[in-house]
């Protein structure tokens, strides 16, 4: 019997990071595109197959490389040496270099080595976890494309640093013509936490300037955006345009962030209140809304899981969620309590999506559903579904 040998290999593709077992961040980079759509597709009916029966929209896709307006890149390695990128697998104090992403866009990227060179000259040293020393955790960057400005951040242990890169910071401003806002987020809790409360700004710019289908953002950098413009776009559009539809005229947004639904509802509507809990975001989202105005339009600083009384004073008839990964939490309750007319679920995470909407058949119906690509080569993507309140018939 001649054995058989099998041979276990990785498809290449256009990113070297992969190939060579740097990143696997991208789990379905080895399909082509129009199968990874397939899949996402299939998915999306299996998570739905209990309650799915309305009209599945061609999906939106996106480009495959070169659209990331967002990096979080931890920093790790020595003061001589820094690397900026992810941390190691066999040791969290060992990183693994990951300055040209092909997923990010191309401003991104040409940032890096120089914010590589101001960290050697501010001497921010990388933080070490398993030695809990070091103070420089990570970098986060957002460039808009169409404003053509961006804000840096960077995470810091405690605030040792923050004479430093004041002194030198001129060296960004000088070699990053976009950087317009410099922040330094101090995080002093060892774990792998993303980000602390407290922002330290080095530049008097607190926001830069944003601008999504003619909607002018100030975009704070502690507040959440989409990191994917081509595609978040068309959902807002599209949002928008199931709204407009509806011809309802009192709108009502949970977990808006700085509002980007609202603004693109508000030419539809007579009133709009958006709840969010981040202060900042709603500080900006009014600012926003003089911006470009919406004087239709209200925020609210508040927990979307605690506002029975906003709600039901507000008295919406049609609600647009955005809620995190988690999903609807203990704001599923109030809107099935409140029971507008029409609901909106936008959602990045398909099985707390499917949870909440198992919860809410036996109220709601699904009028439609759509997929927007937002995170291609991975297997994530954002869903849009439209829900309508059920007509009960008296028996």
Partial sequence: MIPIRVSLYIMRNFCSYFNQGICRSCDLITMDYSAQIKEKEETLKNAFKHFFSPTLL??????EKNFRNKAKLMVTGTLEEPLIGLFGEESLDLGRELTHCPLHLNEINETLPIIKEFIKLSKLIP????????ELKGIVIFYSDTTKESYLRFIMRSKESIDRIKKHHTYLLQNIPHLKSLSVNIQPIPHQI????EEIFITSNKFIHHNINGVHLSVHPRAFIQTN???ASKLYLTAAQWIKESQLQNFLELYCGQGAFSFHVAPFIQRGLGIEINEEAVKTAKHNAILNHTNQLNFKCADATKISYEIKEFSPDIILVNPPRRGLSDSLEILLNQKPQKIIYSSCNIESLSKDLEKMMLTYSI???QIFDMFPNSK???????LNLKVLVCP
């Fill in 127 to 134: 933080y070490q976890i398993s030695h809990r020393k070091g």
């Fill in 229 to 231: 413009q081509d595609v």
């Fill in 380 to 386: 994530h993507f954002e869903t849009l579904v439209e």
């Fill in 58 to 63: 061609p999906t939106i896709t996106s480009k």
């Fill in 367 to 369: 009028e439609r559903t």
């Fill in 194 to 197: 993303p980000e602390g409360e």
